[in-house]
């Protein structure tokens, strides 16, 4: 009668694939040294914040600017619909540039003399804004009033 063979080495402290082990398992296995996890969170961490910030500033950026063109979108619109309720004694030119003034009565005037040129003459109108005439019969706003 044979004993039965008893294998003295913990079953839970052997592996068929020792590369998985976190540890080293012979000799002539490369150091393992542990890591401050406290240290490699605070790096991870810090990166991660750079670089989400960053992109919040790219998207800030970029909200901002559609932003602005939605301002100016409106703001050529409004001005347009002046104009075209505006009183005019002429036939305006594409790309010809024109001034549209507010009458004291509250209507509108689209003119060919800039505020500058009005001389001496005492004029009761207020600027609202310098106006191009486009091929597409809208209107750019070159200038306008700062309290439009």
């Known amino acids: 009668m044979s004993k039965e063979f008893v294998n003295p080495i913990d079953p839970d402290k052997i592996t068929e694939t020792p590369s998985t082990l976190p540890y080293a398992h012979h000799s002539g296995s490369a150091l393992v040294k542990p890591e401050d996890q406290g240290k490699?969170?605070?790096?991870?961490?810090?990166?991660?914040e750079h670089q989400t910030d960053m992109q919040m500033s790219q998207?800030?950026?970029?909200?901002?600017?559609?932003?602005?063109?939605?301002?100016?979108l409106q703001d050529r619109k409004r001005i347009s619909e002046y104009i075209y309720l505006a009183e005019m004694r002429f036939e305006p030119l594409i790309n010809h540039?024109?001034?549209?003034?507010?009458?004291?009565?509250?209507?509108?005037?689209?003119?060919?003399?800039?505020?500058?040129?009005?001389?001496?003459s005492k004029t009761t109108?207020?600027?609202v804004a310098t106006t191009r005439l486009l091929a597409d019969h809208t209107w750019d706003v070159l200038d306008k009033a700062k309290d439009l």
């Open 59 to 72: 998207i800030y950026e970029q909200m901002k600017l559609l932003s602005d063109q939605a301002n100016k």
């Open 125 to 127: 109108f207020t600027y």
């Open 40 to 48: 490699l969170k605070g790096r991870a961490l810090s990166a991660m």
């Open 97 to 120: 540039v024109y001034y549209l003034y507010e009458k004291e009565d509250g209507r509108y005037l689209l003119s060919l003399i800039s505020p500058t040129d009005w001389g001496r």
